[in-house]
């Protein structure tokens, strides 16, 4: 199992966000870029990073930031927040970004990343609230639920899925284990758990299911909850 440690990027600092509310952001640093080398020095082989204005708004918003992780750090980059069109997408790969996250478009054009995903790596992020989607940067919430969103991009070519409970997001109360199985179960597709990752435990149930392919862990870093070295041997083992 892969542990991705992730930097939330709004008005080009690293923040996390509690339950996906933008006005809950909390700053953890000016300087994102140093925060990627930190974890790459640290032994991670992927960065979660997410442009969080880019969610919002539909297209990029955090490009500079982006670009100097980038430039400092051979990390691997999987990169998601406001891509929606295909010219978005050949422009980060051109900046060197490994994998790219595809959110709300996934539920409002499954056709066009089911097209993309044939060409390009592409990762499909599922949000839920309650069970059901997510979209636009979390402020709505759609009437499908996750599972039937999950299922629609098996056999597809899609890399992973990411999927995030909503309602634990930054509030370090402990991930969804049942909730990432489904959708791994579902999808038959390496699924990657996000949302409420407090500690070492969190890492241990999730890896003991043997059907979760990773853990995105953001808070528990931050708020030093998990001490993340500890964490990858657990998982090299």
Not at 107 to 129: E, H, R
Not at 180 to 202: H, M, N, P, Q
Not at 228 to 234: I, Q, S, V
Request: proline share 2%; net charge negative.
């Amino acid at each position: 199992m892969t542990i991705l440690p992730a930097i939330d990027l709004k008005d080009g600092k690293a923040v996390r966000l509690t339950k996906g509310l933008m006005d809950s952001a909390k700053i953890y640093s000016d300087e994102p870029w140093a925060i990627a080398k930190r974890f790459e020095e640290m032994g991670s082989e992927w960065l979660h990073l997410v442009d969080l204005n880019g969610a919002f708004a539909g297209e990029p918003k955090n490009l500079e930031q982006i670009k100097k992780i980038r430039k400092n750090t051979d990390i691997k980059i999987e990169l998601g927040g406001g891509i929606r069109d295909e010219e978005t997408i050949k422009r980060y790969l051109d900046l060197g970004i490994d994998r790219l996250i595809l959110g709300s478009i996934a539920l409002k054009d499954p056709d066009f990343v089911k097209n993309v995903a044939k060409k390009y790596p592409i990762a499909v992020g599922i949000d839920a609230i309650d069970g059901f989607v997510a979209v636009e940067g979390w402020a709505d919430k759609s009437t499908m639920k996750a599972t039937e969103l999950a299922k629609v991009f098996a056999d597809e070519g899609v890399e992973a899925i990411i999927c995030t409970d909503v309602g634990r997001d930054g509030t370090l109360s402990g991930v969804n284990v049942e909730f990432t199985v489904e959708i791994a179960r579902s999808s038959k597709i390496s699924t990657i758990a996000s949302g409420g990752v407090r500690d070492l435990d969190d890492i241990k149930k999730l890896k003991e299911t043997g059907e979760v392919s990773g853990v995105i862990v953001g808070k528990a870093f931050y708020e030093g909850t998990l001490n993340l070295e500890e964490a990858f041997k657990y998982v090299k083992k």
